[in-house]
Structure formats: C-alpha cells, structure tokens
C-alpha cells in the first residue's frame, strides 16, 4: 500500500537566529502529489521551540504532539525532551513503528532526532532531512560558507529550500520559514 510522504526540511543558527523551513509538498506512493501547501514547520512552547518533520505525516503528527508533551514536561528543556522522546520512541512497540524524523531547535540548539533513538546535534549549526534534504543541507554549507555576511538565518533557510526545490521532484516552492 502506498503511503502520504512530506519531504525536505532546513534549519540554520546564524548570526545569532535560528530559522527553518521546509516545502509544501506531500507525495501519495512515489508519482502523485496529492497536496502542494503542507506545513511541515511549527512553533511549539509558546514560540520558543520550532519542530520540523519529514516522512509519514500522521506519524509526524503523532510526534509533534509526543515532543510537546516533552517539552510541557521537561518545562522547555529542549536536549532533554528530546532525548526522552527519542528513548519512548524506540522503546515503544507502536511508536518504534512511525516513519518519521524530525528537527527540533530553539535560541541554542538544533538537534535532530529519528525514531532508532538518535539526537544529533550538528557542528555547523545546520541540520536538513527528507528528500531533498541533502540539497538543502549542501546549499546551506556553501551559502554559510561564502554568503553568510550578506544573508540573515531565514534568507539563507529559504535559499537552501529552493535550491533544492530546484533539483529534487518531492520538494516545491511553497515555503514556510519560521524564524525564533
């Protein structure tokens, strides 16, 4: 049976920011785009956290609200709440099913987490996932490289996310760039 897919999702701490941004496409199976303005980026605690997810999008939903009851739970902890969801999540035998990632970040951290009970915190403050995550992620090196005195953390998020809408077919350029 055919599955609902989200795809590429961006984040980036620069200058002080944070933002992320990921496309609007959901895929039906491997040829059918079944909708072209998802939102796959959402604050979360007040504002102060932003989640991103790529992958199955019911199991992202049952993740977002997961992680927010991590992040009521662990009072806006955000390195804790994810480590404690990825721990459920692979524990969890229904859960551990859920084919999923997801970005999380606040002011000072960005972390991914994925349901075999990764939290990876990047090195360069950069962090994509989905299909054309790795577009994004190498879009996001070189304008970090070369362009970060002339572009802000949401110009530099949305550049990465077209550039990779520009080569990869599961991303468009319906963008949603939220920025903390």
Request: net charge negative; aromatic share 8%.
């Amino acid at each position: 049976m055919n599955e609902f897919h989200a795809t590429t999702i961006f984040a980036v701490h620069h200058k002080g920011k944070s933002a992320m941004a990921g496309d609007g496409q959901v895929t039906f199976g491997n040829a059918v785009v079944m909708k072209h303005t998802a939102r796959k980026v959402r604050k979360l605690f007040n504002g102060k956290v932003l989640a991103g997810f790529a992958g199955s999008v019911a199991d992202a939903f049952t993740l977002f609200e997961k992680f927010e009851g991590k992040l009521e739970e662990f009072n806006g902890n955000l390195p804790r709440a994810a480590v404690e969801l990825a721990k459920e999540w692979r524990s969890d035998k229904v859960l551990r099913k859920l084919e999923a990632m997801l970005i999380v970040m606040d002011e000072e951290h960005l972390l991914l987490i994925s349901g075999t009970g990764e939290v990876i915190e990047p090195d360069d403050g950069i962090l994509a996932i989905g299909s054309g995550g790795n577009y994004a992620l190498s879009a996001g090196r070189a304008l970090k490289t070369y362009a970060a005195e002339h572009l802000t953390a949401k110009e530099m998020a949305k550049a990465a996310l077209e550039i990779a809408a520009d080569i990869c077919v599961y991303t468009n350029r319906q963008i949603i760039v939220e920025e903390l």
